[in-house]
């Protein structure tokens, strides 16, 4: 928005500005499975330095067992930010053997800047009225995760819809 050149009412953008987001190291590994290795897709281990551990293939988004993504809670991440790739997969995988006995064939790290949301957008949405429409939602709206951007899209798109048949 900085760069478009809209302009925002001063409380608009102070309240867009207050919105914060906390950082993450995401870990893809790849192990040696026959099948989910968390049936349920999603494992809260919320045990520093990790927050959870999520199977791709249990949750649908990988078409071959054993991808997992893990991520760190955001201490760690701040205190391991530039560190080497192969140092934080080292350590992250390292953390995850206490949960679950993994050896992995691949790693990946990730930094993820603005992973969650800690201070949220007091409203659902935003809407701009000038130089045209424009509806701003997301996860740093409703809540904090992604059933929060869900529902700060549905109710942007409400908004939008009301909007265009007034």
Known sequence: LQTSGIPLEPSEDSSLRAV????CL??????????SL???????VDMPPLKLIADNYAKGVSK?????????????????WDDAPETVGREVVA?????????PLSVQVHRWRDSRCVTPHPESHLSVDSPGLLVLAGDG??????EGAALSGI????????ALTD
């Open 38 to 44: 968390i049936p349920e897709g999603v494992l809260a």
């Open 155 to 162: 109710e942007a798109a409400t908004s939008l819809a009301s």
């Open 95 to 103: 953390a995850a053997r206490d949960h679950l006995n993994l050896e």
């Open 26 to 35: 995401a870990v893809m590994i790849t192990v040696e499975t026959a099948g």
């Open 20 to 23: 914060e987001y906390d950082r």
């Open 64 to 80: 071959k067992p054993g991808a997992l993504t893990i991520h760190t809670d955001s201490e760690f991440a701040l205190q391991h």
């Open 141 to 146: 709206f409703i809540g904090r995760d992604v």
